[in-house]
Nanobody, 124 residues
């Protein structure tokens, strides 16, 4: 079992950047594929990005491609989400999640472990 804690959210203006971090405690971090999801008010939680155990492959939702970058440091038990050129529509609570599933890393229901979330607010 792995415990996840996000940090790095905040209030920024459109065009600014933020880097979210998610640190894992307990469990073997390098055993998990990691994902970032987000949930805006009144909307379902949606996939944002994912990275495989070794960091060799990454996946993104179309709306963030070219702006967001997911990475991980297994020595620090941490996954990151670098968010550039932020837009008001990126406003949401961002969650990191862990899964042992290797075939559907963009599917929310395949993730077993979740953090508490961190708020990102982008003003226009």
């Amino acid at each position: 079992q792995v415990q996840l804690a996000e940090s790095g959210g905040g209030l920024v203006q459109a065009g600014d950047s933020l880097r979210l971090s998610c640190t894992a405690s307990e469990g073997t971090f390098s055993s998990y594929n990691m994902g970032w999801f987000r949930q805006a008010p009144g909307k379902e939680r949606e996939f944002v990005a994912a990275i495989t155990r070794s960091g060799g492959r990454t996946y993104y939702v179309d709306s963030v491609k070219g702006r967001f970058t997911i990475s991980r440091d297994n020595a620090k038990n941490t996954v990151y989400l670098q968010m550039n050129s932020l837009k008001p529509e990126d406003t949401a609570v961002y969650y990191c999640a862990a899964t042992t599933d290797s075939f559907a890393v963009m599917t929310r229901l395949n993730y077993s472990y979740w953090g508490q979330g961190t708020q990102v607010t982008v003003s226009s």
